[in-house]
């Protein structure tokens, strides 16, 4: 959740990623999937019975997987995998702290950066800790814990990749954790609301690497980063790394109030809208 940052006008039709049945295919397409392939992908006005999607960032639904188990791959661990790999440059034996991570992205980048062999600290709400437990964190702690910095700092020494998509509540305590000049704070979210840098914090107390993330400008901007996401993202579901999500799948008509439970930061993982339920 957070903002856009862009007026939204009606009509205006929300949701970003679906999976479903290709039942059409636009005329320049080259090599085009055939009809009737299930696939997931990306595209505006997710929350409806049809969408468009361009055919270059679609994925194929994995073989034995069900529609629903295919959502989260093009967004929730395309986006925790950039955040690991080409942004956040990850390697064996780091220090990875993953803000949120019992949501849909935080679940998907506890999974891979422990596949990538990092150490891996977690911050969740209490209630959520057992699930990003059994994802294999090294660490769980209360993201709303007041010395939540100095437990990370105390555990650690400092860290060397930082997953952040809090925002507000949690940025202070993101840069203050994160080695200097070696640690990358990836930004990809502000679910609390926007935090802000000043040029005096980089030069003076914070000197880290600071580096935004949004995967469908990447996808525009840097197809060929996007096309090995794809390409890993397939290698690591062929290798039992990433298995079927389990999406809480409901009727597109309860739609407002799970947005409304997610601002409020009181869901956990995947959630689904069915518009045919
Ligand atoms: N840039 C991109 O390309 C991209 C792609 C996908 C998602 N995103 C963004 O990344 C963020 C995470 O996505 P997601 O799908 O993993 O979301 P999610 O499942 O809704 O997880 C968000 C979590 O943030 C935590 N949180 C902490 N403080 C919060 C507060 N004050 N208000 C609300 N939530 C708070 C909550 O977990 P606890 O209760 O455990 O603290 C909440 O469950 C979102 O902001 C989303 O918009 C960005």
């Given at each position: 959740m957070g903002h856009t940052g862009e007026a939204l006008r009606p009509p205006y039709v929300a949701g970003f990623e679906a999976a479903g049945e290709i039942v059409g295919v636009g005329?320049?397409?080259?090599s085009p999937l055939p009809l009737g392939t299930h696939v997931v992908g990306a595209g505006?006005?997710?929350?409806?019975?049809y969408m468009t999607m361009p055919a270059s960032g679609v994925l194929p639904?994995?073989?034995?997987?069900?529609d629903a188990a295919a959502?989260?791959?093009?967004?929730n661990w395309a986006t925790a995998l950039a955040a690991l790999k080409p942004l956040g440059e990850t390697k064996r034996g780091e220090v990875v702290l993953v803000q949120a991570a019992a949501g849909g992205v935080g679940q998907a980048a506890v999974r891979l950066a422990r596949h990538y062999g990092a150490r891996v600290i977690a911050t969740a709400s209490p209630a959520k800790h057992h699930t990003v437990q059994a994802l294999g964190a090294d660490e769980v702690l209360d993201?709303?814990?007041?010395?939540l910095a100095e437990a990370i700092t105390r555990s650690t020494?400092?860290?060397?990749l930082v997953l952040e998509s809090?925002?507000?509540?949690?940025f202070k305590t993101s840069l203050s954790v994160t080695k200097p000049f070696t640690g990358r704070i990836v930004v990809f979210g502000a679910a609390s609301g926007d935090a802000t840098l000043t040029t005096h914090d980089l030069v003076f107390t914070h000197q880290v690497q600071i580096k935004g993330l949004h995967i469908g400008a990447l996808a525009v901007a840097a197809p060929s980063v996007y096309q090995w996401l794809l390409a890993e993202i397939e290698a690591l579901i062929a290798h039992g790394v990433y298995p079927p999500g389990t999406p809480q799948v409901h009727p597109l008509a309860e739609g407002a109030m799970l947005l409304r439970q997610l601002e409020a930061g009181e869901t956990e993982g995947k959630l689904a809208l069915d518009p045919w339920r």
């Open positions: 005329p320049d397409v080259e505006p006005g997710a929350f409806s019975q639904v994995p073989y034995g997987w069900s959502l989260g791959m093009v967004l993201s709303r814990r007041p010395d020494g400092g860290v060397d809090v925002g507000q509540a949690t």
